[in-house]
């Protein structure tokens, strides 16, 4: 997706926010699948959502991870996220209600954004401290 643009409709999921989903009805699996075609490469996993992002390097996929975690801090809706060599496995689930709910998939969506974002800012020259 380095090479793409983002979606008008990824962008729009994306301007989205998270509410509260105590009393909320977990999606089933054919509006979760219908909602994941507008989500490139996330799969459905038993109750989540689930997308390998892959990077350039070791520190790409670590500040990837740190971007998405503060985005997550500010929603109040926290992914899971594997940090991997050159890559960051991110899950989303609603765990209050078991399953999937609309946060998930505008976090999804936030996630593609940031990911956009990160491979199209220059990055400053940076020392790394032992």
Not at 26 to 49: C, H, M, V, Y
Not at 93 to 114: R, Y
Request: with cysteine; proline share 4%.
């Amino acid at each position: 997706m380095a090479g793409e643009m983002i979606s008008d409709r990824i962008r729009l999921i994306a301007s989205g926010k998270c509410g509260p989903c105590k009393d909320a009805v977990p999606f089933t699996n054919k509006e979760a699948s219908e909602r994941l075609g507008e989500l490139p490469d996330w799969s459905l996993q038993s109750g989540s959502i689930q997308k390998e992002f892959r990077f350039k390097s070791y520190l790409s996929g670590l500040e990837f991870a740190y971007s998405l975690g503060r985005i997550a801090e500010l929603e109040d809706h926290h992914p899971e996220m594997l940090v991997g060599w050159r890559r960051v496995r991110v899950t989303f689930s609603t765990h209050v209600i078991k399953g999937l709910s609309h946060n998930d998939f505008i976090m999804a969506a936030k996630a593609e954004l940031a990911n956009w974002e990160a491979r199209h800012v220059v990055p400053e020259n940076r020392k790394i401290d032992s």
